[in-house]
């Protein structure tokens, strides 16, 4: 990029007008179908299970589940690729009307889909094709809208105006999170998981969240049909400077790849794992390390999304005052500082008894080095005979804190409670045993009264706890605010418009993709390779730090690149 291409004087803030409002509606409205599917399946993912991978065992079932839900995460990037170079070639319009209707119908068929028991294997085949067919759309989505409305945005507002796209993101979290737990408490949850009657033989009110995205399909359609092609692209076209091969110019030209590079770890890596971290991560600690039901867990991130969502357009306005890259790279550099704190602090709010269990409950796993293999597992899929490695798998999964020690070779294996040892007869037996003797060393029950619990939407507000445990999900939600808010526009200024679409696609959805996308399972796996319950905070720690460092020292400021005029 040469400087005197890119630079244009800021104009005075100004109402948005009507045409403006419908580019940002028509382009928000495919964010909250991808979060609002993402949260979906992940949340009904045991149910998922349980209805395509039938023929497994019930563990087996969750976790061929989740491997589904990861087929959509790894071919983001394919999309990003395909609809980029379509986009760069044909038009954002076009190219975007494309990914909505892919991404719509495939979410509904999933809610159309008959389970294992009534079509066999190609219940979970079909299954993983849709959900490779969402990831191949979701990939030139977010490069279609993000583009679109930056390119419709006026100079100096651009941060402002993509950053409603990042508060929709939320929004379809929050949509998705009201009609599960709407569903769930209306129905019953055997009616939601099995037994309610639809129609064509399909039971399951889970399916109906997936059956009612026809409407935001419908909605999305309607509305995009009546939008005009982008301003940028159509100067573009007029001047015949379109690329006829935006792939190989993108990344095939070291001008263009080493600028996607560093766009990759220089800001999304880190927007990427701070996200995950305060929207995903932090949920799935609450109920699966601390042991806090599912209504409560949800309703608890609920209220912390509808308190922080707002600071989106914060953030992208300032960073128009400011520029994008300080705003980013403090959000992940705040969030890496803090992150140990504040998750202390959700244990000893969440759960008292717990956290005092942590610090005076010993448990210790001796064995022979050599009769202990590596836990790492983030895909879910190895399985453990070795009895040390059955021993600590259990005790991770139990949120017991252990402590490894390297007894003598060909010395017996035990697990102690506060020196006393646990007997491993039986592998099957053991999580019982082991939780028992736990429980009366001091770790709390399942029914612990001392746990946060709450009954309601709106009793969250008149519980203490609660609101304690809010104020620090808010926080992190803030963090997600700073990094995300801005990241479209600064992903958009970064590259000329003839590649715009293809370039920028890319590194967000491999940063959001893959760095972001693995990052519950990778860091669950480093929790029970070590036995500490904290320890998988430092993946996104060491990649937000990564990013703060690589950003500060290649990112370039880009908030007063001309768009309109860079070809």
């Known amino acids: 990029m040469s400087v005197a291409s890119t630079t244009a004087a800021a104009a005075p803030p100004r109402p948005m007008t009507r045409e403006e409002k419908k580019v940002i509606l028509a382009s928000s409205l495919g964010t909250i179908f991808e979060w609002y599917d993402f949260y979906l399946y992940g949340t009904l993912a045991v149910i998922i299970g349980k209805q395509f991978f039938s023929a497994f065992e019930p563990a087996t079932q969750a976790i061929f589940a989740l491997l589904a839900f990861a087929a959509g995460f790894l071919v983001r990037p394919f999309g990003a690729l395909v609809f980029g170079r379509l986009g760069d070639l044909v038009g954002r319009k076009y190219t975007f009307l494309v990914t909505i209707v892919i991404m719509g119908a495939s979410t509904f068929l999933v809610g159309l889909l008959p389970s294992y028991a009534a079509i066999g294997w190609l219940a979970p085949v079909i299954l993983i094709a849709l959900r490779m067919l969402q990831g191949l759309a979701l990939g030139g989505e977010y490069g279609g809208a993000a583009v679109y409305v930056a390119e419709h945005a006026p100079v100096g507002r651009r941060g402002f105006y993509t950053a409603w796209i990042q508060t929709t993101a939320t929004l379809g979290l929050l949509l998705s999170l009201a009609v599960i737990v709407s569903l769930r408490l209306g129905m019953g949850e055997e009616a939601f998981q099995t037994s309610f009657p639809l129609f064509f033989g399909l039971q399951g009110g889970w399916r109906i969240p997936f059956l009612g995205s026809i409407i935001l399909l419908a909605i999305s359609i309607y509305i995009r049909m009546q939008m005009n092609e982008s301003p940028a692209f159509l100067k573009m076209k007029e001047e015949g400077t379109r690329s006829k091969a935006p792939l190989s110019e993108a990344f095939g030209q070291w001008k263009n790849s080493k600028i996607v590079l560093i766009a990759l770890f220089g800001l999304v890596v880190g927007q990427a794992v701070v996200w995950y971290t305060g929207q995903f991560y932090a949920l799935f ?32 306005a300032l960073s128009d005052r400011i520029g994008r890259k300080p705003v980013i790279l403090a959000g992940c550099l705040i969030a890496a500082l803090t ?4 998750f202390s602090a959700l244990t000893s709010v969440a759960n008292p008894k717990y956290e005092r269990a942590l610090e005076n409950v010993k448990i210790e796993v001796s064995a022979d080095p050599a009769t202990c293999g590596n836990l790492f597992d983030p895909v879910g899929i190895r399985k453990f005979t070795a009895p040390c490695d059955v021993a600590r798998r259990t005790l991770s999964q139990q949120a017991l804190r252990y402590t490894k020690v390297d007894a003598p070779a060909g010395a017996p294996f035990k697990v102690t409670v506060n020196g006393t040892e646990v007997p491993f007869t039986d ?8 939780s028992e003797a736990a429980v009366a060393a001091g770790y709390p029950a399942a029914n612990d009264a001392e746990k946060v619990k709450i009954t309601g939407f709106f009793s969250a507000l008149g519980n203490p706890q609660a609101l304690k445990i809010i104020a620090i999900l808010t926080v992190m939600v803030l963090y997600v605010t700073m990094v995300y808010g801005p990241i479209a526009a600064a992903l958009v200024e970064f590259f000329p418009t003839r590649i715009r679409y293809t370039a920028m696609s890319l590194p967000y959805h491999i940063g959001n993709g893959w760095f972001g996308g693995l990052l519950p399972a990778t860091s669950f796996a480093i929790v029970a390779s070590t036995g500490d319950i904290y320890a998988g905070l430092w993946y996104p720690i060491g990649f937000a730090l990564m990013t703060v460092v690589i950003g500060v020292l290649f990112v370039r400021e880009t908030k007063d690149v001309d768009i309109q005029n860079y070809n």
Do not use: E, M
């Not at 992150?339 to 504040?342: D, Q, V």
């Open 285 to 316: 600690f609450i109920q699966n390390i601390l042991k806090i039901d599912l209504l409560t867990a949800n309703v608890l991130i609920a209220w912390s999304l509808i308190i922080g969502t707002p600071a989106f357009l914060f953030f992208g």
């Open 339 to 342: 992150y140990f704190p504040l």
């Open 427 to 434: 592998a099957a037996a053991f999580p019982k045993t082991v």
